[in-house]
């Protein structure tokens, strides 16, 4: 709308050339003195204007003589950053066959049978304890407790940091796993492609210490895949819930890491994701490690909420 408070000059700003392609706020002067805003992203930037591209409207052009303040502001956040934790969680419930899984309302029972030699996995042996159980938290405790006792495992439950259901097991004396903290993570699965593939030299440089290529192979079964390059340098699984690809048990040996082939390894779930029609990719990764953290961010993926692991005592 129009401001018509008073007079306003013109020239400061932070806006150049330099923020085509982000996301921009300007302030300009209309024909007749009064001062208006535009949101927009700027798509040009020219000797005397600059364009900017409104959200749900189109484009306008803006005169640099008439700018009054200006400045670039964060990008909106996408529809996938603006569901609920328990959604976003909820697209990783098929990451395994083999899991049993009770639903108790909103909430969700899992139990795994371990297969050695992997460690037992937090996710598929807790109760997903976000939204709205259906019953008192304290019968839907008991429920929790006598099915994993019923199945000789630990009561565990995932809780989201900070929130009530932490709060409420908390004050029962259940206690935070060791290395349970994790980040759920997500991104446009066509971006973290791209940039996957523009930083992969990987492609040039899969080969072992003989120098033999290591090939891609992909097994798939279903909505899930698993990719090893060579005879298991390094691999990685994905499963597709509805156009979510969930990415987990990115591995390289340690004695092969810092060489791309992790980032093949993502190009390759990502490009098979993506063959099925996947828009979003995500994962879960320990809040510690920082390595990991620091490598998904570099192709995209940010924090969209983090969880916890409970334990009854």
Same mark, same amino acid.
């Given at each position: ?5 008073? *007079? ?14 982000? %996301? ?10 009064? $001062? ?6 700027? #798509? ?11 959200? &749900?409207? &189109? ?22 950053? %603006?569901?609920? $934790?328990?959604? $976003? ?34 996710? &598929? ?50 206690? *935070? ?13 066509? %971006?973290?492609?791209? #940039? ?10 899969? #080969? ?72 979003? $990719? ?32």
């Amino acid at each position: 709308m129009p401001d018509t408070s008073e *007079p306003h000059s013109v020239g400061k700003h932070l806006l150049g050339p330099h923020v085509v392609g982000q %996301r921009v706020v300007v302030r300009h002067l209309l024909p007749d003195g009064r $001062a208006t805003d535009v949101l927009g992203v700027c #798509t040009a930037w020219g000797e005397d204007a600059l364009v900017i591209d409104r959200e &749900g409207v &189109g484009p306008v052009q803006v005169r640099l003589a008439d700018l009054v303040t200006g400045k670039p502001v964060p990008p909106r956040a996408s529809v996938r950053q %603006r569901v609920s $934790a328990r959604e $976003a969680e909820g697209h990783g419930l098929a990451l395994w066959a083999a899991t049993e899984r009770v639903d108790l309302g909103e909430w969700v029972l899992r139990h795994t049978p371990v297969v050695a030699p992997e460690r037992p996995r937090k996710r &598929g042996n807790s109760a997903l304890a976000m939204g709205d159980a259906g019953v008192p938290l304290f019968h839907a405790t008991n429920v929790v407790r006598n099915f994993y006792l019923e199945r000789g495992a630990t009561p565990m439950v995932q809780v989201l940091v900070g929130s009530s259901h932490e709060d409420w097991f908390s004050s029962l004396g259940w206690e *935070p796993v060791p290395g349970g903290d994790s980040h759920f993570q997500l991104a446009p699965l066509s %971006r973290a492609l791209r #940039t996957c593939n523009a930083r992969s030299g990987a492609r040039e440089r899969r #080969t072992n210490d003989a120098g033999e290529q290591l090939t891609a192979r992909c097994n798939e079964e279903g909505d899930r895949v698993e990719v090893v390059l060579g005879a298991g340098t390094a691999r990685g699984r994905a499963v597709l819930d509805g156009d979510w690809l969930g990415v987990h048990g990115v591995f390289v040996e340690p004695d092969r890491r810092r060489a791309g082939l992790g980032t093949a390894v993502m190009a390759e779930l990502l490009d098979w994701g993506a063959s099925r029609g996947a828009t979003t $990719a995500w994962l879960h990764v320990e809040t510690d490690n920082h390595a990991g953290l620091a490598a998904y961010e570099g192709i995209g993926f940010v924090t969209h909420h983090s969880n916890r692991y409970l334990a009854a005592p």
